[in-house]
């Protein structure tokens, strides 16, 4: 897995300015003309650092919002430990699976992670997979996430066995914060295959 980046640091030198004089850009007084013409080229970092990467991610790369929040797709895994009491299983001709997610909150604001949504496609030939949820070791994607703080989250799905095992993971995210609701800061991609130990 790469290292870590930090996004951005705490603060840009105005256009014109003195070193001394800085503009906090996740300052959240700021209006959105200010914002974008001194601080809208802080754009989110793939996991080769390029600005603004958000597709050709593969699992174990991260990528960082513009507030500091850090998603890395660590692994997508078949599931087989369903719970009996609950019926649990996939479809025949289907495939049950989870995607582990990492988050770290880079940024001073605790962030909601129910602002979080996960969408899985195959990536051979097409299929989307259906959103379920597996009892067991079940880590969904709620609750809030202090500065400074990981966790780990998982997602998970089932997708139909004729769509192969190469798929795409896309992390989606909702904000009431105008700075991420842009058209540059777009849904990170992260391509994987399932893993699947019954396979040789």
């Not at 009996?84 to 990492?102: D, H, I, N, Q, Y």
Request: charged fraction near 25%; aromatic fraction near 10%.
């Amino acid at each position: 897995m790469r290292r870590w980046q930090q996004f951005h640091t705490a603060s840009k030198p105005k256009p014109g300015a003195s070193k001394s004089d800085t503009l906090d850009c996740t300052e959240q007084t700021l209006d959105q003309a200010e914002w974008m013409g001194l601080c809208s080229d802080e754009t989110g970092t793939g996991g080769d650092g390029t600005e603004g990467q958000v597709t050709g991610l593969t699992f174990g790369e991260s990528y960082t919002w513009p507030d500091g929040l850090k998603v890395t797709v660590v692994a997508a895994r078949v599931f087989t430990d369903y719970d009996p009491e609950l019926l649990e299983s996939a479809e025949p001709g289907s495939t049950g699976f989870r995607v582990t997610l990492k988050l770290e909150n880079g940024g001073k604001p605790a962030v909601d992670l129910d602002d979080l949504s996960v969408s899985v496609e195959g990536a051979a030939n097409g299929g989307e997979a259906a959103f379920t949820m597996f009892e067991k070791g079940s880590q969904p994607l709620e609750g809030r996430l202090a500065s400074g703080v990981a966790a780990t989250k998982t997602n998970d799905n089932v997708l139909e066995t004729k769509y192969g095992w190469k798929i795409v993971v896309t992390v989606q995210r909702n904000s009431e914060n105008f700075d991420l609701d842009f058209p540059e800061f777009d849904f990170p991609e992260f391509e994987g295959e399932i893993a699947d130990w019954r396979r040789t």
